[in-house]
């Protein structure tokens, strides 16, 4: 299981921010096999292709920590034209689309998520997924409620996936299903779940008494 660390960003859907810090990438403490330098004399072992890949990844996470976004990007493309299978693949490309979001490049971002996807689907790449179709031009609201319901599939316990997805499902008209995950997130400790919680469920009361009122 990868850890991911949180990088500063927000989303916002009709005035209604959407929790995380959206956009999350894998740190530079990643495992990672037998991680020796290059090889400087016949004696010493070489460093396999994916040693190799992990630590132009572990490079370009370092970097993007001290905000050279395009130096990250470079590592994390030398990375994939190291090593392009496996789950070395999948956080050189996790990371490099983040470096392409962050210089928003959104529709890139959108396609090297996607292989990453195809490689090993895991809740924060999801959650970026469903960041990214929400910020794409034209907004992809259906898009992000499809990644977003994967991504609490995936890790049910995690609170703020629960809260994103009940922003969208606010947004898009959908206010059982934003009530169900306000109230999830409120149990998973996001406490401004609660007005949340209050104010759609007066808004599916009101609806309710409006069908009523048109049956008679």
């Known amino acids: 299981m990868f850890r991911f660390a949180a ?49 132009e990844i572990e490079e370009g996470t370092r970097v993007l920590n001290e905000g050279d976004v395009d130096k990250a990007k470079d590592h994390y493309k030398r990375s994939l034209d190291i090593h392009k299978e ?8 996790f990371n490099l689309g983040v470096t392409q979001f962050y210089t928003k490049d959104i529709q890139g971002a959108i396609s090297t998520w996607e292989q990453s996807l195809d490689i090993e689907p895991t809740s924060d790449l999801l959650s970026n997924l469903a960041s990214a179709h929400i910020l794409s031009s034209p907004s992809n609201p259906e898009k992000a409620l499809t990644y977003l319901s994967q991504a609490r599939d995936l890790n049910p316990e995690d609170a703020e996936v629960a809260f994103n ?19 999830a997130a409120k149990s998973l400790g996001v406490e401004r779940a609660d007005e949340n919680v209050r104010n ?17």
């Open 7 to 55: 990088a500063a960003r927000s989303i916002t859907r009709q005035s209604q921010s959407i929790s995380r810090p959206a956009i999350r990438y894998l740190p530079s403490s990643s495992p990672s096999p037998s991680l020796s330098r290059f090889a400087h004399t016949s004696n010493e072992p070489l460093q396999s292709p994916e040693a190799q890949a992990i630590e």
């Open 86 to 93: 496996g789950k070395t693949a999948a956080m050189g490309l």
């Open 165 to 183: 997805l009940a922003v969208v499902s606010e947004a898009t008209g959908q206010l059982e299903t934003a009530l169900d995950n306000y109230q």
């Open 200 to 216: 759609v469920g007066a808004k599916i009361i009101a609806e309710r008494a409006k069908k009523e009122q048109e049956k008679e």
